[in-house]
T-cell receptor, first 112, second 112 residues
Framework: DTAVSQTPKYLVTQMGNDKSIKCEQN?????MYWYKQDSKKFLKIMFS???????INETVPNRFSPKSPDKAHLNLHINSLELGDSAVYFC???????????FGPGTRLTVT | GEDVEQSLFLSVREGDSSVINCTYT??????LYWYKQEPGAGLQLLTY?????DMKQDQRLTVLLNKKDKHLSLRIADTQTGDSAIYFC????????????FGQGTELSVKP
């Protein structure tokens, strides 16, 4: 039983393209997140949604647009991809904003 | 500001205890977490401690929290080669939408 799943696991694309990463959780949680892990393994929050409402937007370029069609899904769309966007993107979910967060397996994005 | 610091590397022999340390700056945190990341994998929640606790034990894991010094540690008893991974300390700010601030991660290497 996968709790937090992401697709795709790997994504290789060229600069300038637009791509999406999908995330789904089957834990019945109300809050979902996107984190970015850079090449030095540093993890930083990008967005969080609570009950489909955006509550954190951490100075992320507006080329990144999260979309939450329902509480179980949080997708990340990236326009005009740049080399610096290459990273591992993790989705996470929690029961609410005060509880432990469970992470998905990550999506390794490589921009060439 | 919010800052979480960890040492980058720790090497121990199999069977020894490992102690991974973490310091943080902001005292308005609520929960403090330890996550484990194996190569190419997502983040696995190991354990957590609430900010009004001093210690929590969970099988081979012991978490100690010194609120005065803003110091958190994770002790792994009888360390095994399967414990080799990167360990992340993370601090939750629930009044900031569930924002998790991560340390840089400590790479634990267990030698047979």
């Amino acid at each position: 039983d996968t709790a937090v799943s992401q697709t795709p696991k790997y994504l290789v694309t060229q600069m300038g393209n637009d791509k999406s990463i999908k995330c789904e959780q089957n834990l019945g949680h109300d809050t979902m997140y996107w984190y970015k892990q850079d090449s030095k393994k540093f993890l930083k929050i990008m967005f969080s949604y609570n009950n489909k409402e955006l509550i954190i937007n951490e100075t992320v370029p507006n080329r990144f647009s999260p979309k939450s069609p329902d509480k179980a899904h949080l997708n990340l769309h990236i326009n005009s991809l740049e080399l610096g966007d290459s990273a591992v993107y993790f989705c996470a979910s929690s029961q609410d904003t005060a509880r432990e967060q469970y992470f998905g397996p990550g999506t390794r994005l490589t921009v060439t | 500001g919010e800052d979480v610091e960890q040492s980058l590397f720790l090497s121990v022999r199999e069977g020894d205890s490992s102690v991974i340390n973490c310091t943080y700056t902001d005292s308005s945190s609520t929960y403090l977490y330890w996550y484990k990341q194996e190569p190419g994998a997502g983040l696995q929640l190991l354990t957590y401690i609430f900010s009004n606790m001093d210690m929590k034990q969970d099988q081979r894991l012991t978490v100690l929290l010194n609120k005065k010094d803003k110091h958190l540690s994770l002790r792994i008893a009888d360390t095994q080669t399967g414990d080799s991974a990167i360990y992340f300390c993370a601090v939750l700010f629930y009044n900031q939408g569930g924002k998790l601030i991560f340390g840089q991660g400590t790479e634990l290497s267990v030698k047979p």
